[in-house]
C-alpha cells in the first residue's frame, strides 16, 4: 500500500498563474518531506523540502506547506512560467532514512 | 557538485539477457539506491545499500540483485530479463545520518527496454 500518493496525475496551469501540487500520506512518523522536479530522459532534482516541525518553507516561487494533522503536502509555484513544466514527485523520508515517493503529478504551464 | 553517473542512457536487451546496469557517484556518499519508474506508479525501490558489500531488499526486488563491492559503485543485475522490466532504472545516493535532513541525488537514469 503507497505510503504517499498523488492523486493527481495531471495538472494544466496558465504562465503567472498559481499551481498547486498535493501530496497525501498516512504515515505519522515521517519527518521530512521532499519535492522533486523530473524532466523527461533526466534523473529528479530536489527542488526544496520541509521538516515536520515546521507548517511552512519558502524558497523563491515555491513554497511547500505542511498540515500534519491531515497529513497532508502542498507545493505552490508562484508565478507559474513554462520552464516549470515537469513532473513533481513527493517523498517522504521515515525513521529509517528510506524515502517513499509518490506517483508524480505531470504539470504543464501554458504560455 | 555531487554526481551520480549511470553508465548508459538508453538499453536495449534480449528476454532471457543477464543485465547489468552500473551506477558510480564521486561524493563519498554512504548509502545508494535503485529506483524504477513505471508511468502512474511514481519511483518504486528496487534495493539499497548503506554501506560496501551490504544490501537491502527495497518494495519490488524480485528479479533482481545488486552488487556493493566498492562505496563509489552500486550495480543492478537483473538475472534473466523481462518484458516486464521494461522501465526507466534511476539510481541515487545520499549521505548516511539521521541528525541533519540528506536528501537523495539522481543520477539521469537508464531507459532500458526488453524484447
Known amino acids: 500500500d503507497q505510503q504517499v500518493k498523488q492523486n493527481s496525475p495531471s495538472l494544466s496551469v496558465q504562465e503567472g498563474r498559481i499551481s498547486i501540487l498535493n501530496c497525501d500520506y498516512t504515515?505519522?512518523?515521517?519527518?521530512?518531506f521532499l519535492w522533486y522536479k523530473k524532466y523527461p530522459a533526466e534523473g529528479p532534482t530536489f527542488l526544496i523540502s520541509?521538516?515536520?516541525?515546521?507548517d511552512k518553507n519558502e524558497d523563491g516561487r515555491f513554497t511547500v506547506f505542511l498540515n500534519k494533522s491531515a497529513k497532508h503536502l502542498s507545493l505552490h509555484i508562484v508565478p507559474s512560467q513554462p520552464g516549470d513544466s515537469a513532473v513533481y514527485f513527493c517523498?517522504?523520508?521515515?525513521?529509517?532514512?528510506?524515502?517513499?515517493f509518490g506517483s508524480g503529478t505531470k504539470l504543464n504551464v501554458k504560455p | 557538485d555531487v554526481k551520480v553517473t549511470q553508465s548508459s542512457r538508453y538499453l536495449v536487451k534480449r528476454t532471457g539477457e543477464k543485465v547489468f546496469l552500473e551506477c558510480v557517484q564521486d561524493?563519498?556518499?554512504?548509502?545508494m539506491f535503485w529506483y524504477r519508474q513505471d508511468p502512474g506508479l511514481g519511483l518504486r525501490l528496487i534495493y539499497f545499500?548503506?554501506?560496501?558489500?551490504?544490501?537491502e531488499k527495497g518494495d519490488i526486488p524480485e528479479g533482481y540483485s545488486v552488487s556493493r563491492e566498492k562505496k563509489e559503485r552500486f550495480s543492478l543485475i537483473l538475472e534473466s530479463a523481462s518484458t516486464n522490466q521494461t522501465s526507466m532504472y534511476l539510481c541515487?545516493?545520499?549521505?548516511?545520518?539521521?541528525?541533519?535532513?540528506?536528501?537523495?541525488?539522481f543520477g539521469s537514469g537508464t531507459r532500458l527496454t526488453v524484447v
Open positions: 504515515n505519522s512518523m515521517f519527518d521530512y
Open positions: 561524493m563519498d556518499h554512504e548509502n
Open positions: 545499500s548503506y554501506d560496501v558489500k551490504m544490501k
Open positions: 541515487a545516493s545520499s549521505l548516511a545520518g539521521r541528525g541533519e535532513f540528506y536528501g537523495y541525488t
Open positions: 520541509i521538516s515536520s516541525i515546521k
Open positions: 517523498a517522504a523520508r521515515d525513521n529509517f532514512n528510506k524515502f517513499y
